[in-house]
């Protein structure tokens, strides 16, 4: 039997992306359908970054019903998650038809949809607000579930008439499933600080208006009344951290998938903490998270608030034995996380990505901080351009077919799982022999073999603002075992930092996953080919900072004797190096990153310089003799490649190119320019 999906709709959404975490992380495939219309596929990217593999996603309106009907045709879909939705309060009393018409008509289309192709398993996020004002009856809170409904505003009926669309559908095919999911107050973001609520305009809701006053860009929090009856006078509500809500959708959908066969269901469940909180009691739990008294001002009631909406939840803890977990406090220690390392949610200033090629996902990054300039793919996590003021300072190609060709010369690529070459068509660790696709004459295996690291799609990025105004990139790939013959899984994370300084900092870290082995040879680069403004490279001088060189035999195969330059100054002119030079013999880190930089190379042209630095032992310096691809010739470009020795994993040693299960690799590489 095919693989079977759940389908998230709203899946690039608050809710819906922890949910997808969580689904995944439990074992499920998920795809995504969402419009975009209040989220960003970078939190698409962050899913998959977190949860390491790619997660289909389609930007379809669910009011779309032929691509909605093809996402069913696609992928094999055994139930729904339904988040897709408008869901601004305020909002919908200003436009309600389009709140009716996105959240109810495009429910209809869903469950058409699901009918037509024989889906009959719903998830759906419905919401406390169905109950309006519980308080107008006695002994209604907590809020059990058969509190009467009678919600308020247009956002609160939609909800409420799509709950009755999906009841008269069960009433008239009891294969129905569906859970009626009412949620409490969502707040907090996922501990990774990778993914949270991202509210467009100012926020509506007491937690992100909060968390917008503590990085600054809100004065002060209004507190809408202090003459309520609860213990300082603020109105209670029932806050639940995203993640507890996200694993009651899991609990649900299993509850769901265990009735017995022929069995349908409909049934509402809150999902609340059963534990109200003020908002004086939260404003308190996050300046504590903060670490400082946060401005407020005590205001007048706002309109429709009550007193009390706490749930009770004893419904979902006995039947689907699922409980609330986190605290408020852990709710603002994670809001907070995710607050300072996201000032502004998923969008970033002077960073842009455009879709780059066929593959699925293939995306151009580009960060551009006042004219330093540098783009990144997924394809590969490959340096495509590196500009400054406008001059072109790395060879790239602008296709993705380009970079897929066997005729591309690694072109900014990142190399692994073994940069360099590797001599004898393979190596042995603790007696054990692993043999690596041979992709050079003489039995090599030339950077990881022909289908390593550079012909691989990446995950993410993460896109982050760092603290001196840098802006990180985070690409993420778990190469499987056997890959071009190297054993374990193993996942390696390639951090791009762009600095205002005109720096480019590659952080590599890799470490074994899974359980399919517990070592591997590894030795990571990146092959960027710089250009200094010139057609060819002769004219440009260089400063080496050691004359010490493997000697190589007619293999390019170090020999095992070391030699060295006459000068370390000069200008390349004729010269031709594929040559392997020694930084620092006595650096037998697997991790190098502890190391200061230091600096391998200064290379000048009359019009730019690049400054190579590391924390590895070696680096090879290639000056592109083999060049001939495209509009590219020979020596347009020279490559300074800084990692392990050549063929280390043959040698005595082998100690840094060999990772094993719990440990971590890890090198440094920083490129200057002027
Ligand atoms: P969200 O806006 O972050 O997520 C909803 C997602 O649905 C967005 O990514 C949006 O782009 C997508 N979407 C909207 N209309 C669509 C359409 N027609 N087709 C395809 N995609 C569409 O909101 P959230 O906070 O994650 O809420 C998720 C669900 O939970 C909603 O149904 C909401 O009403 C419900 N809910 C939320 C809260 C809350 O406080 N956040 C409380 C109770 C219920
Ligand atoms: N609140 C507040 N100031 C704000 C936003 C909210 O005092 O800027 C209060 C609001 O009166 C309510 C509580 O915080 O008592 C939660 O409001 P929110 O809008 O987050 O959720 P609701 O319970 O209204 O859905």
């Not at 209670?236 to 017995?260: F, M, P, Q, T, W």
């Not at 985070?474 to 190469?479: A, M, N, T």
Request: hydrophobic residues 35%.
């Amino acid at each position: 039997m095919s693989e079977q999906y759940i389908l998230v709709t709203g899946g690039a959404g608050y809710i819906g992306s922890h949910t997808v975490i969580e689904l995944i992380q439990n074992g499920y495939k998920v795809v995504i359908v969402d419009n975009l219309i209040n989220s960003s596929f970078d939190a698409v990217s962050r899913i998959e970054f977190i949860v390491g593999e790619k997660v289909p996603f389609f930007n379809v309106d669910l009011k779309d019903e032929k691509s909605l009907t093809k996402v069913f045709e696609t992928y094999s879909i055994k139930s729904v998650i339904h988040f897709a939705a408008l869901k601004a309060v305020g909002e919908s009393t200003k436009i309600p038809l389009d709140y009716y018409d996105n959240n109810v008509n495009g429910t209809i289309t869903l469950l058409k949809v699901m009918n037509n192709v024989n889906v009959k398993t719903i998830v759906f996020s419905s919401s406390a607000t169905v109950y309006g004002d519980a308080t107008r009856f006695e002994n209604m809170i907590p809020i059990p579930e058969h509190c009467p409904n009678d919600p308020t505003n247009p956002y609160g009926k939609t909800k409420y008439v799509i709950e009755q669309i999906i009841h008269d559908l069960y009433n008239s095919d009891p294969e129905w499933r569906a859970a009626i999911l009412r949620y409490f107050n969502p707040i907090g973001a996922h501990p990774s600080g990778l993914i949270g609520e991202d509210p467009l305009g100012i926020p509506n809701n007491l937690l992100p208006y909060l968390a917008q006053v503590a990085i600054g860009r809100r004065e002060k929090l209004s507190i809408f009344g202090n003459d309520y009856n609860s213990h300082d006078g603020t109105p209670i509500r029932d806050y639940i951290h995203v993640v507890d809500l996200a694993k009651g959708h899991i609990a649900s959908l299993s509850y769901l998938n265990n009735l017995e066969s022929n069995k349908g269901l409909f049934r509402e469940w809150n999902l609340g903490t059963g534990k109200g909180s003020t908002v004086f009691d939260v404003y308190h739990a996050f300046s504590k998270a903060v670490g400082r008294d946060l401005p407020y001002e005590v205001v007048g009631r706002r309109a429709g608030d009550v007193l009390d909406l706490t749930a009770n939840p004893t419904r979902a803890n006995t039947e689907l034995e699922w409980f609330a977990e986190k605290s408020i406090e852990d709710a603002c220690k994670d809001l907070w996380r995710w607050t300072t390392k996201n000032p502004f949610g998923f969008q970033l200033d002077n960073y842009k990505w455009t879709i780059f090629g066929e593959i699925e996902g293939n995306r151009l990054h580009t960060v551009d901080l006042d004219g330093f300039k540098v783009s990144i793919t997924n394809y590969g996590a490959t340096i495509q351009n590196i500009e400054l003021n406008g001059d072109k300072l790395v060879l790239g190609f602008d296709n993705l077919e380009s970079y897929q060709s066997s005729s591309n010369p690694f072109f900014g690529a990142t190399v692994g799982r073994y940069a360099n070459r590797i001599g004898n068509g393979g190596f042995t660790i603790d007696g054990k022999s692993f043999k690596t696709e041979i992709n050079e004459s003489e039995n090599k295996t030339l950077h990881g073999g022909s289908q390593g690291f550079d012909k691989k799609q990446w995950l993410g990025p993460i896109v982050l603002k760092e603290d001196d105004n840098s802006v990180s990139l985070s690409f993420k790939y778990i190469d499987p075992n056997g890959s071009n013959g190297f054993p374990s899984d193993l996942e390696t994370i390639v951090k791009y930092i762009v600095s205002p300084k005109n720096t480019l900092t590659i952080d590599f870290e890799s470490q074994i996953v899974g359980n399919n082995g517990d070592v591997t040879a590894l030795n990571l680069t990146n092959h960027s080919y710089f250009t200094l403004g010139d057609d060819v490279i002769d004219e440009y001088q260089v400063e080496l900072s050691t004359p010490k060189y493997l000697a190589l035999d007619s293999n390019q195969l170090p020999t095992g004797e070391t030699k060295k330059l006459d000068s370390t100054s000069f200008k390349f002119g004729s010269q031709q190096f594929d040559d392997d030079f020694i930084i620092n013999e006595a650096n037998e880190l697997l991790d190098t990153r502890s190391q200061d930089l230091k600096t391998l190379v200064n290379i000048s042209s009359s019009s730019h310089s690049i400054k190579v630095s590391s924390t590895e032992p070696a680096f090879q310096l290639y000056t592109g003799d083999g060049i001939f691809v495209g509009e590219f010739k020979s020596r347009a470009g020279f490559a300074v490649e800084p990692s392990r020795p050549v063929n280390a994993i043959n040698s005595s040693n082998a100690k840094q190119v060999i990772l094993r299960k719990g440990e971590t690799y890890g090198s440094k590489i920083q490129y200057e320019f002027a």
